[in-house]
T-cell receptor
Framework: GQNIDQPTEMTATEGAIVQINCTYQ??????LFWYQQHAGEAPTFLSY??LDGLEEKGRFSSFLSRSKGYSYLLLKELQMKDSASYLC??????????WGAGTKLIIKP | NAGVTQTPKFRVLKTGQSMTLLCAQD?????MYWYRQDPGMGLRLIHY???????AKGEVPDGYNVSRLKKQNFLLGLESAAPSQTSVYFC?????????????FGPGTRLLVL
């Protein structure tokens, strides 16, 4: 079956760095997405990786290793507004997105 | 430019009642999707459409029907609601396939079936 695993919850301190991991087993691979979802709101796009390596976008970076079925989202200089759930999703061989359950990130002052 | 909108925002139904959720997008996207989101689970695809007049089943289509009569609208119907359909429903749209294009989500519809 298809499976996306990510930690249920993480806690970090304002100003620090946090890494959210995602491992996947899917039938085919056509890219990996990270979305941010604030409580009670819609998911919004953060990053997309299809080739191995690191993609950097301001305070956020995303890494992919296709051979290991592994990705991480790195958030630097954490701000209180970064408190949200972070969703990992993989596009499978049919280009359907398979979603992880999300990692709830709690930022403490 | 409103993006993706959903109607209604919240609804309470009794078991056996029917309802239609409306999704509209003004970005001229070809692809539209209906997901449900339940606690502790990832988003699950119910149905999707790759263009006006077309629909296809996703991962969890049972108990739902959809229609895409106009490119900008995607309707999700529940013919006979069940408590297991209590969930948050998200509509999304994208210009193309998931390998290249991100999905843009509506604000969600919170449905409670008693």
């Amino acid at each position: 079956g298809q499976n996306i695993d990510q930690p249920t919850e993480m806690t970090a301190t304002e100003g620090a760095i946090v890494q959210i991991n995602c491992t996947y087993q899917t039938s085919g691979f056509n890219g990996l997405f990270w979305y941010q979802q604030h409580a009670g709101e819609a998911p919004t796009f953060l990053s997309y990786n299809v080739l191995d390596g690191l993609e950097e976008k301001g305070r956020f970076s995303s890494f992919l290793s296709r051979s290991k079925g592994y990705s991480y989202l790195l958030l630097k200089e954490l701000q209180m507004k970064d408190s949200a759930s972070y969703l990992c999703a993989v596009a499978d061989s049919n280009y359907q997105l398979i979603w992880g359950a999300g990692t709830k990130l709690i930022i403490k002052p | 430019n409103a993006g993706v909108t959903q109607t209604p925002k919240f609804r309470v139904l009794k078991t056996g009642q029917s309802m239609t959720l409306l999704c509209a997008q003004d970005m001229n996207h070809e692809y539209m999707y209906w997901y449900r989101q339940d606690p502790g689970m990832g988003l699950r695809l119910i149905h999707y459409s790759v263009g006006e007049g077309t629909t296809a089943k996703g991962e969890v289509p049972d108990g739902y029907n959809v229609s895409r009569l106009k490119k900008q609208n995607f309707l999700l119907g529940l013919e006979s609601a069940a408590p297991s359909q209590t969930s948050v429903y998200f509509c999304a749209s994208s210009p193309g396939l998931a390998d290249q294009e991100t999905q843009y989500f509506g604000p969600g519809t919170r449905l409670l079936v008693l």
